[in-house]
Protein backbone atom coordinates (compact mmCIF):
# COMPACT_ATOMS: atom_id res chain seq x y z
CA UNK A 1 0.00 0.00 0.00
CA UNK A 2 1.40 3.39 -0.89
CA UNK A 3 -0.31 6.68 1.05
CA UNK A 4 0.33 10.54 0.52
CA UNK A 5 -0.13 12.04 3.34
CA UNK A 6 -0.22 15.77 4.29
CA UNK A 7 -0.16 18.00 7.14
CA UNK A 8 -0.64 21.49 7.73
CA UNK A 9 -2.05 21.59 11.30
CA UNK A 10 0.31 24.57 12.44
CA UNK A 11 3.24 26.12 10.83
CA UNK A 12 5.16 23.90 8.90
CA UNK A 13 3.79 22.58 5.33
CA UNK A 14 4.76 18.69 5.13
CA UNK A 15 4.13 15.83 2.03
CA UNK A 16 5.14 12.28 2.62
CA UNK A 17 4.55 9.34 0.25
CA UNK A 18 5.34 6.09 2.92
CA UNK A 19 4.82 2.59 1.30
CA UNK A 20 3.89 -0.63 3.16
CA UNK A 21 5.69 -3.72 2.19
CA UNK A 22 5.14 -6.76 4.28
CA UNK A 23 6.03 -6.13 8.12
CA UNK A 24 7.90 -2.30 6.57
CA UNK A 25 7.14 1.26 6.13
CA UNK A 26 9.56 2.82 3.35
CA UNK A 27 9.72 6.36 3.16
CA UNK A 28 9.54 6.92 -0.37
CA UNK A 29 9.84 10.74 -0.04
CA UNK A 30 9.68 13.70 2.33
CA UNK A 31 8.50 17.20 1.72
CA UNK A 32 8.60 19.70 4.66
CA UNK A 33 9.03 23.72 4.25
CA UNK A 34 9.41 25.15 7.90
CA UNK A 35 7.67 28.91 8.21
CA UNK A 36 9.12 29.49 11.74
CA UNK A 37 11.37 32.60 10.52
CA UNK A 38 8.47 34.06 9.50
CA UNK A 39 6.66 34.03 12.69
CA UNK A 40 9.44 34.61 14.27
CA UNK A 41 9.61 38.22 13.94
CA UNK A 42 6.31 38.27 15.35
CA UNK A 43 7.04 36.21 17.94
CA UNK A 44 4.42 33.18 17.88
CA UNK A 45 2.61 32.02 14.81
CA UNK A 46 0.50 34.23 13.08
CA UNK A 47 -2.55 32.12 11.78
CA UNK A 48 -3.93 34.19 8.70
CA UNK A 49 -0.20 34.50 7.39
CA UNK A 50 0.75 30.67 8.07
CA UNK A 51 -2.42 29.70 6.24
CA UNK A 52 -1.03 31.73 3.20
CA UNK A 53 2.08 30.06 3.36
CA UNK A 54 0.57 26.55 2.94
CA UNK A 55 -1.60 27.44 -0.16
CA UNK A 56 1.67 29.27 -1.76
CA UNK A 57 4.15 26.23 -0.67
CA UNK A 58 1.34 22.99 -0.93
CA UNK A 59 1.44 22.62 -5.05
CA UNK A 60 5.15 22.76 -5.48
CA UNK A 61 5.19 20.48 -2.24
CA UNK A 62 2.98 18.07 -3.19
CA UNK A 63 4.97 17.77 -6.96
CA UNK A 64 8.26 17.36 -5.20
CA UNK A 65 7.19 14.53 -2.91
CA UNK A 66 5.58 12.63 -6.09
CA UNK A 67 9.09 13.00 -8.05
CA UNK A 68 11.11 12.44 -5.22
CA UNK A 69 9.10 8.80 -4.89
CA UNK A 70 9.63 8.54 -8.44
CA UNK A 71 5.70 7.91 -8.90
CA UNK A 72 2.72 9.66 -10.60
CA UNK A 73 0.13 10.60 -8.77
CA UNK A 74 -2.09 7.31 -9.79
CA UNK A 75 0.23 5.15 -8.19
CA UNK A 76 -1.19 6.01 -4.53
CA UNK A 77 -3.43 3.70 -2.53
CA UNK A 78 -5.13 6.56 -0.62
CA UNK A 79 -4.65 10.37 0.59
CA UNK A 80 -3.73 10.82 4.52
CA UNK A 81 -4.32 14.01 5.94
CA UNK A 82 -4.30 16.31 9.15
CA UNK A 83 -8.06 16.88 10.15
CA UNK A 84 -7.12 18.34 13.45
CA UNK A 85 -6.27 19.58 16.32
CA UNK A 86 -4.64 22.62 14.83
CA UNK A 87 -5.05 25.87 13.52
CA UNK A 88 -8.38 25.74 11.47
CA UNK A 89 -6.82 28.09 8.86
CA UNK A 90 -3.91 25.86 8.49
CA UNK A 91 -5.83 22.85 8.50
CA UNK A 92 -8.06 23.70 5.88
CA UNK A 93 -5.32 23.84 3.49
CA UNK A 94 -4.56 20.70 3.88
CA UNK A 95 -7.88 19.34 4.01
CA UNK A 96 -8.60 20.79 0.97
CA UNK A 97 -5.73 19.52 -0.96
CA UNK A 98 -6.52 15.98 0.12
CA UNK A 99 -10.39 16.22 -0.72
CA UNK A 100 -9.79 17.53 -4.36
CA UNK A 101 -6.99 15.13 -4.73
CA UNK A 102 -8.58 11.99 -3.20
CA UNK A 103 -12.15 13.19 -5.77
CA UNK A 104 -9.85 13.87 -8.89
CA UNK A 105 -8.22 10.39 -8.61
CA UNK A 106 -10.88 8.36 -6.79
CA UNK A 107 -8.61 7.48 -4.35
CA UNK A 108 -9.78 6.49 -0.55
CA UNK A 109 -9.54 9.29 2.06
CA UNK A 110 -7.89 8.70 5.90
CA UNK A 111 -8.84 11.97 8.58
CA UNK A 112 -5.68 11.87 10.86
CA UNK A 113 -5.75 13.01 14.31
CA UNK A 114 -2.16 15.02 14.76
CA UNK A 115 -1.70 13.34 17.71
CA UNK A 116 -1.76 9.82 16.91
CA UNK A 117 0.35 10.99 14.13
CA UNK A 118 2.88 12.14 16.73
CA UNK A 119 2.57 8.61 18.28
CA UNK A 120 3.19 6.77 15.08
CA UNK A 121 6.43 8.89 14.48
CA UNK A 122 8.11 6.34 17.03
CA UNK A 123 7.92 3.50 14.07
CA UNK A 124 9.36 5.70 11.11
CA UNK A 125 12.38 4.45 9.76
CA UNK A 126 15.29 6.07 10.34
CA UNK A 127 17.91 7.79 8.38
CA UNK A 128 20.09 5.00 7.02
CA UNK A 129 17.69 2.68 5.05
CA UNK A 130 14.59 4.42 5.09
CA UNK A 131 13.00 1.22 6.25
CA UNK A 132 11.33 0.47 9.37
CA UNK A 133 9.70 -2.20 10.87
CA UNK A 134 6.73 -2.46 13.42
CA UNK A 135 6.38 -5.10 16.09
CA UNK A 136 4.45 -7.68 16.00
CA UNK A 137 3.08 -6.56 19.15
CA UNK A 138 3.55 -3.96 20.80
CA UNK A 139 0.61 -2.82 22.91
CA UNK A 140 -1.08 -2.21 25.48
CA UNK A 141 1.55 1.04 24.80
CA UNK A 142 1.25 4.31 27.01
CA UNK A 143 2.30 7.59 25.20
CA UNK A 144 3.47 10.40 26.53
CA UNK A 145 2.63 13.55 23.73
CA UNK A 146 4.54 16.49 24.66
CA UNK A 147 3.68 18.96 21.96
CA UNK A 148 3.31 22.68 21.48
CA UNK A 149 -0.12 22.47 22.15
CA UNK A 150 -0.99 19.10 23.84
CA UNK A 151 0.61 17.29 27.33
CA UNK A 152 -1.13 14.16 27.89
CA UNK A 153 -0.68 10.42 28.53
CA UNK A 154 -2.32 8.11 26.71
CA UNK A 155 -2.99 4.21 26.77
CA UNK A 156 -2.80 2.51 23.45
CA UNK A 157 -4.25 -1.31 23.64
CA UNK A 158 -4.15 -1.36 19.46
CA UNK A 159 -3.80 0.18 16.56
CA UNK A 160 -6.05 3.17 16.53
CA UNK A 161 -7.54 2.93 19.64
CA UNK A 162 -6.19 4.77 22.48
CA UNK A 163 -8.06 6.05 26.24
CA UNK A 164 -6.57 9.27 27.79
CA UNK A 165 -5.37 8.96 30.81
CA UNK A 166 -4.16 11.99 32.29
CA UNK A 167 -3.73 15.77 30.52
CA UNK A 168 -2.54 19.20 31.23
CA UNK A 169 -5.19 21.70 33.11
CA UNK A 170 -3.32 24.24 31.70
CA UNK A 171 -0.37 25.55 29.44
CA UNK A 172 1.18 22.59 27.48
CA UNK A 173 5.20 21.54 28.14
CA UNK A 174 5.96 22.96 24.67
CA UNK A 175 3.75 26.49 25.50
CA UNK A 176 5.59 26.35 29.48
CA UNK A 177 8.99 26.49 27.32
CA UNK A 178 8.27 28.72 24.28
CA UNK A 179 6.61 31.25 26.82
CA UNK A 180 9.36 31.49 29.50
CA UNK A 181 11.68 31.60 26.73
CA UNK A 182 9.82 34.31 25.13
CA UNK A 183 10.08 35.90 28.53
CA UNK A 184 13.66 35.47 28.93
CA UNK A 185 14.10 37.65 25.56
CA UNK A 186 15.51 34.59 24.09
CA UNK A 187 13.11 34.47 20.24
CA UNK A 188 10.91 32.23 18.42
CA UNK A 189 10.40 28.72 19.41
CA UNK A 190 11.72 29.15 22.17
CA UNK A 191 11.56 25.02 23.30
CA UNK A 192 14.92 24.30 20.82
CA UNK A 193 16.94 27.99 21.85
CA UNK A 194 16.19 27.55 25.56
CA UNK A 195 17.23 23.69 25.45
CA UNK A 196 20.55 24.74 23.71
CA UNK A 197 21.26 27.09 26.67
CA UNK A 198 20.07 24.88 28.67
CA UNK A 199 23.45 22.95 28.06
CA UNK A 200 25.57 25.60 29.64
CA UNK A 201 23.51 25.82 32.74
CA UNK A 202 23.10 24.59 36.18
CA UNK A 203 20.24 22.69 35.90
CA UNK A 204 20.45 23.13 40.57
CA UNK A 205 20.78 26.63 40.17
CA UNK A 206 17.03 27.57 41.07
CA UNK A 207 14.42 25.73 42.68
CA UNK A 208 11.21 26.37 40.54
CA UNK A 209 8.21 24.45 42.01
CA UNK A 210 7.15 21.13 40.24
CA UNK A 211 3.08 21.71 39.61
CA UNK A 212 0.74 18.60 41.11
CA UNK A 213 3.99 16.23 41.33
CA UNK A 214 2.73 14.75 44.28
CA UNK A 215 -1.04 14.61 43.39
CA UNK A 216 -2.03 10.92 43.19
CA UNK A 217 -3.66 11.55 39.33
CA UNK A 218 -2.11 11.35 35.72
CA UNK A 219 -2.61 15.72 35.42
CA UNK A 220 -0.32 17.99 34.98
CA UNK A 221 -0.33 21.79 34.85
CA UNK A 222 2.44 24.07 33.74
CA UNK A 223 1.07 27.72 33.96
CA UNK A 224 2.34 28.27 37.85
CA UNK A 225 5.53 27.37 36.93
CA UNK A 226 5.69 29.80 34.07
CA UNK A 227 4.34 32.12 36.45
CA UNK A 228 7.11 31.55 39.22
CA UNK A 229 9.95 32.59 36.35
CA UNK A 230 8.08 35.50 35.19
CA UNK A 231 7.67 36.67 38.73
CA UNK A 232 11.44 36.30 39.38
CA UNK A 233 12.58 37.78 36.21
CA UNK A 234 10.25 40.82 37.20
CA UNK A 235 11.60 41.21 40.83
CA UNK A 236 15.15 40.38 40.33
CA UNK A 237 17.72 41.75 37.81
CA UNK A 238 19.07 39.03 35.74
CA UNK A 239 21.94 39.60 33.92
CA UNK A 240 23.02 37.50 30.84
CA UNK A 241 25.71 35.04 32.48
CA UNK A 242 22.77 33.72 34.21
CA UNK A 243 20.13 32.93 31.74
CA UNK A 244 22.17 29.46 30.97
CA UNK A 245 21.21 28.58 34.71
CA UNK A 246 17.53 29.80 34.51
CA UNK A 247 17.18 27.84 31.49
CA UNK A 248 19.06 24.75 32.84
CA UNK A 249 16.73 24.55 36.23
CA UNK A 250 13.16 25.31 34.41
CA UNK A 251 14.28 22.52 31.66
CA UNK A 252 14.65 20.09 34.62
CA UNK A 253 11.68 21.30 36.59
CA UNK A 254 9.34 20.27 33.57
CA UNK A 255 11.27 17.16 32.84
CA UNK A 256 11.06 16.25 36.42
CA UNK A 257 7.43 16.77 36.75
CA UNK A 258 6.84 14.63 32.74
CA UNK A 259 9.03 11.40 34.13
CA UNK A 260 7.52 11.40 37.58
CA UNK A 261 3.62 11.54 36.10
CA UNK A 262 5.05 8.95 33.40
CA UNK A 263 6.56 6.24 36.16
CA UNK A 264 3.42 6.81 37.88
CA UNK A 265 1.42 5.78 34.58
CA UNK A 266 3.35 3.01 34.28
CA UNK A 267 3.06 1.50 37.72
CA UNK A 268 -0.95 1.61 37.43
CA UNK A 269 -0.64 0.39 33.79
CA UNK A 270 1.44 -2.76 33.01
CA UNK A 271 2.37 -1.79 29.10
CA UNK A 272 4.80 -3.54 27.22
CA UNK A 273 5.62 -0.55 24.96
CA UNK A 274 6.08 3.31 25.82
CA UNK A 275 6.36 6.17 22.94
CA UNK A 276 7.70 9.34 24.08
CA UNK A 277 5.72 12.04 21.03
CA UNK A 278 5.48 15.49 19.81
CA UNK A 279 7.77 18.03 19.66
CA UNK A 280 9.19 18.33 23.18
CA UNK A 281 10.43 14.68 22.67
CA UNK A 282 13.30 16.69 20.70
CA UNK A 283 14.89 17.58 23.95
CA UNK A 284 18.08 15.98 24.71
CA UNK A 285 17.52 16.26 28.47
CA UNK A 286 13.82 14.36 28.36
CA UNK A 287 14.87 11.84 26.10
CA UNK A 288 18.01 10.73 28.10
CA UNK A 289 16.53 10.92 31.07
CA UNK A 290 13.07 9.35 30.61
CA UNK A 291 15.28 6.65 29.01
CA UNK A 292 17.68 5.79 32.39
CA UNK A 293 14.42 6.24 34.30
CA UNK A 294 12.18 3.73 32.45
CA UNK A 295 15.19 1.15 32.19
CA UNK A 296 15.68 1.20 35.96
CA UNK A 297 12.23 1.06 36.97
CA UNK A 298 10.77 -1.08 34.26
CA UNK A 299 13.60 -1.97 32.20
CA UNK A 300 10.80 -4.81 31.00
CA UNK A 301 9.05 -1.87 29.43
CA UNK A 302 10.75 -0.95 25.40
CA UNK A 303 11.01 2.84 25.48
CA UNK A 304 10.77 4.52 22.01
CA UNK A 305 11.77 7.92 21.22
CA UNK A 306 10.91 9.12 17.81
CA UNK A 307 13.79 10.08 15.47
CA UNK A 308 15.08 13.95 15.95
CA UNK A 309 13.84 14.79 12.44
CA UNK A 310 10.20 13.24 13.10
CA UNK A 311 9.52 14.68 16.21
CA UNK A 312 8.21 18.11 15.45
CA UNK A 313 5.35 18.48 12.76
CA UNK A 314 6.06 16.39 9.30
CA UNK A 315 3.48 14.44 7.23
CA UNK A 316 5.92 11.57 7.15
CA UNK A 317 3.92 10.40 10.73
CA UNK A 318 0.50 10.80 9.49
CA UNK A 319 0.98 8.56 6.63
CA UNK A 320 2.23 5.80 9.26
CA UNK A 321 -0.76 6.59 11.56
CA UNK A 322 -3.03 6.75 8.38
CA UNK A 323 -1.58 2.78 7.25
CA UNK A 324 -3.65 1.14 10.18
CA UNK A 325 -6.88 3.33 9.32
CA UNK A 326 -6.31 2.30 5.73
CA UNK A 327 -5.45 -0.84 6.35
CA UNK A 328 -8.65 -1.24 7.91
CA UNK A 329 -10.60 0.83 5.29
CA UNK A 330 -11.81 3.22 8.00
CA UNK A 331 -12.26 5.95 4.94
CA UNK A 332 -13.97 9.18 5.15
CA UNK A 333 -15.66 10.23 1.76
CA UNK A 334 -13.97 13.82 0.51
CA UNK A 335 -17.86 15.15 0.83
CA UNK A 336 -17.76 14.59 4.52
CA UNK A 337 -14.59 15.22 5.31
CA UNK A 338 -13.73 18.86 7.21
CA UNK A 339 -11.60 19.87 9.55
CA UNK A 340 -11.56 19.44 13.75
CA UNK A 341 -9.77 22.04 15.51
CA UNK A 342 -10.64 20.51 18.47
CA UNK A 343 -10.28 16.94 17.67
CA UNK A 344 -9.85 14.83 20.95
CA UNK A 345 -7.42 11.74 20.46
CA UNK A 346 -9.31 9.71 23.24
O1 LIG B 1 4.61 18.94 17.88
P1 LIG B 1 5.04 20.31 17.53
O2 LIG B 1 5.97 20.49 16.37
O3 LIG B 1 3.81 21.23 17.28
C1 LIG B 1 2.61 21.05 17.94
O4 LIG B 1 1.88 20.09 17.57
O5 LIG B 1 2.39 21.81 18.89
O6 LIG B 1 5.71 20.89 18.86
C2 LIG B 1 6.25 22.16 18.89
C3 LIG B 1 6.71 22.42 20.30
C4 LIG B 1 7.11 23.87 20.53
O7 LIG B 1 6.50 24.33 21.71
C5 LIG B 1 8.61 23.80 20.65
O8 LIG B 1 9.17 24.81 21.47
C6 LIG B 1 8.79 22.44 21.29
O9 LIG B 1 7.86 21.63 20.62
N1 LIG B 1 10.16 21.92 21.12
C7 LIG B 1 11.02 21.72 22.13
C8 LIG B 1 12.23 21.28 21.56
N2 LIG B 1 12.06 21.22 20.20
C9 LIG B 1 10.77 21.61 19.95
N3 LIG B 1 10.87 21.90 23.45
C10 LIG B 1 11.92 21.62 24.24
N4 LIG B 1 13.11 21.20 23.77
C11 LIG B 1 13.32 21.02 22.44
N5 LIG B 1 14.50 20.59 21.98
ZN1 LIG C 1 2.46 18.63 16.50
Redesign the pocket.
Known sequence: MILLAIET??D?TSIAVLERKREQFILRSHFLASQISTHAKYGGVVPEVAARMHVEVITPGLNAAIKQAKLSLKDIDAVAVTAGP?LITSLLISIEAARTLAWSLKKPLVAVN?LEG?LYANWLPNDKNHQSTIQKNPFPALGLIV????TELVLMTKHGKYKKLGQTRDD????A??KVAKLMGLGY????I??KLATKGDPESYNWPRPMLNSQNLDFSFAGLKTAVRYYLDTHKVTKKQLPDLAASFEQAVVDVLIHKTLRALKQHKVKTLLLA???A???K?RHELGKAVSKRHPQVNYLQPNLKY???NAAMIAAAGYWHAKKKNFTPWQKLDADPNWELA
Open positions: SCEGHHSGGHAAGEFDPGGPLSGGVANTLCTD
